[in-house]
């Protein structure tokens, strides 16, 4: 006779940092679980079969998560078990969990989809998926898992990943496992893309991401840095070498205001911004000769992720933040976990606020932006936000610094380089079915086909297009036997 479960509703929360000590640093505010919470809320896991499990399905790479989670279950007396028998399951699929473990929007992808999800909260995916990984790295269980993993033969072919963001640190990284060559050419003096200079360290500790990027190297892949493409060596010159071409290049042009006084001093990009915070560590000058002024009032305009990070970082460096957005709460496109930090923080939000001119100070520096107030519609637009239309009305607010995070477009670079490389009108990269770009063995993902979008979006078109390179090549060996 079946025993009847009982379903706990509530997940199990892990714990954060007290705002009064993170708002004075940048370590990592959440956490994580240990290993008896862990099991704790992989209890709550109703087990769906991975061939119908809805959460696999909502997931850009198709982790096999109630395997995964069944694990820490089945071996719940050997936690060092438990959590290498987990990983195994999870590297299947994602060579980086300790990265989508924190920056994924699970809320919309793996957890939108659980099934748990429809009678209470839906399981902690993210958080359990990095745990696991944390886990792992720090009980030695990474390495000997690695061990096994690493290919007997590494002669199948040689790709070149151009990019070592989330997509072509991915597309290398399933290649190395499946016993190709692969050489990342990253442009900047460090490996990671957004990962590195987009996501500040409260959120992704660049420790973490070393670690990743190390584990990536054990599997034979090699890094090499300030080698931008299209300038310091060619596609074409790529294509001479190596079996084939990944394009990873992400989209970090900013997109900014075309409205009176944009070129005063202190209107950052937010991706400049970030760079200067994350990269360049501004945030620990003196010690770090790269300064940054943010000065008493900061505004920052827009409402996705890379505002809140760019607010939450400028906080830091103590100043009083406000992010202007013009549109409503309901449209925000952030995690719904970096609004609710940012507001415990001490960020300040104004909706319906659209900017129509920065003002001077007369020494050329920004000291106020004037805004038209908004009004919402009922009638919705194509991605489903209300919208707005103008008052009349307007407002000004003081600033000493503004950071504009209203997107990112690709660099146009290797697509103005290259002869032959299709390009859509707003400089994503044109790709077939497979990730073929117009030049046969030239693949593409992540924000350079698709514009800015999401790490995990774009780590799962560096997996897709690494099985395409991987046919590619099998099928051009054939035909030249």
């Known amino acids: ?21 993170r708002v004075k640093s940048f370590v990592e505010v959440n956490l994580g679980y240990d290993f008896a919470s862990a099991v704790k809320e992989a209890e709550r896991c109703l087990q769906c079969p991975p061939e119908y499990a809805p959460c696999i399905k909502g997931c850009p790479v198709h982790i096999n998560i109630p395997g995964f989670i069944g694990k820490l279950l089945e071996h719940r007396d050997d936690p060092d078990r438990a959590v290498k028998e987990a990983l195994r399951i999870i590297w299947t699929d994602n060579t980086l969990p300790a990265i989508t473990g924190r920056v994924c929007p699970q809320e919309d992808q793996c957890e939108m989809n659980c099934v748990m999800g429809k009678v209470g909260d839906p399981i902690n995916i993210g958080k359990l998926e990095r745990f696991v990984a944390d886990y792992a790295r720090k009980h030695g269980i990474e390495d000997e898992l690695l061990e096994e993993m690493k290919p007997s033969v590494c002669g199948k072919g040689k790709v070149a990943v151009v990019g070592a963001g989330p997509a072509g640190l991915t597309c290398a990284g399933e290649l190395a496992k499946l016993g190709y060559d692969v050489t990342i050419f990253e442009a900047l003096h460090k490996p990671g893309g957004v990962l590195v200079y987009g996501i500040p360290e409260f959120r992704l500790p660049k420790e973490i991401l070393e670690k990743e990027l190390d584990k990536l190297r054990k599997l034979g892949v090699k890094i090499l840095t300030d080698h931008v493409v299209g300038k310091t060596v060619t596609l074409e010159e790529l294509l001479q070498e190596y079996d084939a071409v990944f394009i990873g290049t992400g989209a970090g042009t900013p997109k900014l205001l075309n409205i009176p006084g944009i070129l005063l001093d202190r209107i950052y990009s937010a991706n400049e911004f970030l760079t200067r915070v994350n990269l360049m560590k501004a945030h620990e000058f003196p010690e770090y000769d790269t300064p940054i002024a943010v000065g008493r009032k900061v505004i920052v305009i827009g409402a996705g992720n890379t505002a809140m990070d760019a607010a939450r970082s400028a906080l830091r460096l103590g100043a009083e933040v406000t992010i202007a957005y013009r549109r409503g ?12 930090h940012a507001e415990e923080e001490g960020v300040k939000f104004e909706f319906f606020l659209n900017p129509v001119e920065f003002i001077g100070d007369g020494n050329g520096r920004v000291k106020a932006v004037k805004f038209e107030k908004m009004k919402p519609l009922e009638e919705r637009d194509s991605k489903g936000k209300r919208k707005i239309i103008s008052t009349g009305e307007y407002v000004t607010l003081e600033a000493d610094t503004v950071i504009i995070a209203i997107g990112l477009e690709p660099n146009r670079i290797i697509s103005e380089a290259a002869t032959g490389l299709k390009v859509n009108p707003d400089g994503t990269l044109v790709v077939d079915e497979n990730l073929m770009t117009s030049i046969p063995g030239v693949f593409a993902g992540g924000d350079a086909i698709r514009g800015e979008a999401t790490v995990i979006l774009a780590m799962g078109d560096g997996k897709k297009a690494a099985k395409a390179i991987c046919d590619y090549i099998e099928r051009k060996r054939k035909a030249g036997a």
């Open 1 to 21: 006779m079946a025993v009847k479960r009982k379903l706990i509703k509530e997940r199990v929360p892990t714990p954060e940092r007290p705002v009064e000590e």
């Open 329 to 340: 709460r309901e449209d925000m496109t952030a995690r719904i976990e970096e609004i609710q």
